[in-house]
């Protein structure tokens, strides 16, 4: 059992560290003037599809949509929309379980 526990807290720890990376490599293209809008048209489907993969079910699918909107979307690249649905999966959906 408490090998199941440390296996779960593992994966939601990798999670977060690979949402933050994805977050900041998503934000690197806003430090770009012009260029980086242009490379959101190539990140923003990269971006959904890997938030599909790491976040399965009704949280993947309607998170991935949002990231692709906010990836496309110019200016918007600020949103840490990973370390948001990390936040919301292991946070607001497990506290709204436990009631």
């Known amino acids: 059992m408490q090998d199941l526990k440390a296996t779960k807290e593992g994966v939601r720890t ?3 560290l690979i949402g933050l990376l994805l977050d900041a490599i998503g934000m690197i293209s806003f430090s770009i003037p012009l260029i980086g809008e242009f490379s959101d048209v190539i990140w923003a489907p990269i971006a959904a599809f890997i938030m599909t993969r790491m976040y399965k079910g009704r949280v993947g ?3 991935s949509v949002l ?3 906010e990836e496309i979307l110019p200016f918007t690249d600020v949103i840490p929309s990973f370390t948001l649905t990390w936040i ?3 946070y607001f959906q497990k506290r709204n379980k436990e009631d």
Do not use: D, E, S, W
Request: proline content about 0%.
């Open 14 to 16: 990798n999670k977060l």
């Open 61 to 63: 699918k309607v998170a």
């Open 67 to 69: 990231t692709f909107i």
């Open 88 to 90: 919301y999966t292991y």
